[in-house]
């Protein structure tokens, strides 16, 4: 049998029913997902509009989320002042567990929750953590699987520097 | 020519068992439904007198130590 033959069919079925959001699609929009911020209190969801976001999916029981929230505090620190939002989003189920999550870590930056689970479906999330960083026309330029420490660091802003540069 | 019949009878079979594997109807657990399995109780190595039972029983059957930590629970992050 053919070798192409075979990658071929491999690539068709592991592909099949898969509907992920990729690099270069729209992102789906935060409020239409009924997403809420988890500060509660009728907080407003961060405004993205014209921003360079990174959206990052976390959940209180995934160690490695956990270890990427004091290298987004960074990432926020050195580059909200030009134009850049993290927007945080939880997928737990259970709300109070999510809001213990972020009171303890007490991050610069909006954490959001998912309590329908509505949007981590829509943009079927690959891995845990996994972030989505959009262009300042709310495009996905870049998707980044779980958290690898000084090397996703790097990664994510060597993406930054290059989105914040785009003028228009 | 039977070469040809049989490579794609081989093809044809390979379709039909990976289109079961893509279907919809297996139970796929969703990085973001992995709370239970991220929990403590699933950890292999919670209980250390049972993890030291498996450890020497694993040693004795298989004359081989150790190599056998995995961090973590089952969330499957990362």
């Known amino acids: 049998m053919r070798p192409g ?3 071929a ?3 068709l079925t592991s592909a099949a029913g898969r509907t992920e959001v990729k690099t270069g699609d ?3 929009a935060l409020a239409r997902a009924r997403i809420v911020n ?4 009728g907080e407003a969801l961060p405004d ?3 921003k360079v976001v990174l959206v990052d999916f976390w959940a209180s029981w995934c160690a490695p989320c956990k270890a990427s929230f004091p290298v987004m505090a960074r990432l926020h620190a050195d580059y909200a002042a030009r134009g850049f939002v993290i927007a945080a989003v939880s997928i737990d189920d259970k709300a109070s567990a999510a809001a213990a999550f972020a009171k303890k870590m007490a991050p610069p930056f909006a954490t959001l929750l998912d309590p329908e689970k509505k949007l981590v479906q829509q943009v079927d999330v690959p891995a845990m953590p996994a972030s989505y960083l959009l262009d300042r026309h709310g495009r996905v330029r870049f998707v980044h699987q779980g958290f690898h420490g000084d090397a996703t660091e790097r990664e994510l802003r ?4 290059t989105l914040l540069a785009e003028k228009d | 020519m039977k070469t040809f019949f049989l490579a794609a009878i081989s093809l044809l079979g390979c379709a039909v068992a990976f289109s079961g594997c893509a279907s919809a109807n297996l139970a796929r657990v969703k990085p973001w439904e992995r709370a239970t399995l991220a929990g403590y109780d699933m950890r292999p190595d919670r209980d250390p007198l049972h993890a030291a039972m498996s450890e020497h029983t694993f040693f004795s059957r298989e004359a081989a130590n150790g190599g056998r930590a995995v961090g973590g629970s089952g969330c499957g992050c990362n």
């Open chain 1, 5 to 7: 033959a075979v990658g």
């Open chain 1, 9 to 11: 069919l491999l690539a």
């Open chain 1, 26 to 28: 729209e992102f789906p």
């Open chain 1, 38 to 41: 988890l500060a509660g209190g």
């Open chain 1, 48 to 50: 993205l509009t014209g």
């Open chain 1, 158 to 161: 060597q993406h930054i520097e």
